[in-house]
């Protein structure tokens, strides 16, 4: 008897068509007796975890998630394989695998631990615009180089997501700057920019970056209320 089926949905559970997951299966239960990998409407983009399931089902004793995870970016990016990675890095799945960013997660949390402290963060707000600088290059680095062209067609709108909160982390870092330097001209000046760019964000319906990116930009803003 099959003890216990775990639906590996790439689908966000059923609950959202705006989702995209670019993710693989992990803390799958050692007395699973079967699984089910359900594609997303992106067709394309659910190969990433359809193959990485594919793989876990043949030898799952020995699965590797991140060895499965690069050899299924490989498969369908190609060349673009890391730029692909960074972006797929900042998707999430709800049920099981790896969560949203977790790298820059641990980065974000490392600074607010140290800025709510009054300690000095000025290495870690400029690891962050070095972050959001990689993310923002990756779009149109995926566009020039990725040669899977139903791929790019499913992901575009989150592409295009997915730069715009690359470019309003950027005006937020700025705008923790300003405040830790008492710019209080560029502190307005960046206030006012990251606000009117989160009503825009908000205004797409794509999700991606939500979980960890989306959050930082609006506790940053939250502190600069009380500035």
Not at 90 to 112: A, K, V
Request: glycine residues 4%.
């Amino acid at each position: 008897n099959v003890k216990k089926v775990v639906d590996a949905c790439l689908k966000n559970n059923n609950t959202n068509q705006n989702s995209i997951i670019l993710k693989f299966a992990t803390n799958l239960d050692d007395e699973i007796s079967g699984f089910i990998v359900n594609p997303m409407r992106f067709a394309e983009a659910s190969k990433i975890s359809t193959i990485t399931g594919a793989d876990y089902a043949w030898n799952t004793k020995n699965y590797d998630y991140n060895r499965s995870w690069d050899t299924a970016l490989e498969i369908v990016g190609g060349e673009a394989k890391d730029s692909l990675k960074e972006f797929a890095n900042h998707t999430t799945r709800l049920d099981t695998g790896r969560p949203d960013s977790p790298e820059l997660n641990s980065l974000i949390t490392s600074m607010w631990e140290k800025w709510n402290k009054g300690e000095d963060v000025s290495s870690e707000l400029n690891e962050l615009t070095s972050e959001f600088e990689k993310m923002k290059s990756t779009p149109d680095t995926l566009r020039n180089t990725l040669r899977n062209e139903k791929l790019l067609e499913q992901i575009e709108g989150h592409l295009e997501k997915f730069e715009m909160y690359a470019n309003t982390g950027l005006m937020t870092v700025e705008m923790l700057k300003d405040i830790k330097s008492d710019n209080m001209i560029g502190f307005w000046s960046n206030k006012y920019k990251g606000t009117k760019a989160l009503l825009e964000l908000d205004s797409k319906k794509e999700l991606i970056a939500n979980l960890v990116v989306d959050p930082f930009i609006r506790e940053a803003h939250e502190v600069g209320n009380k500035y």
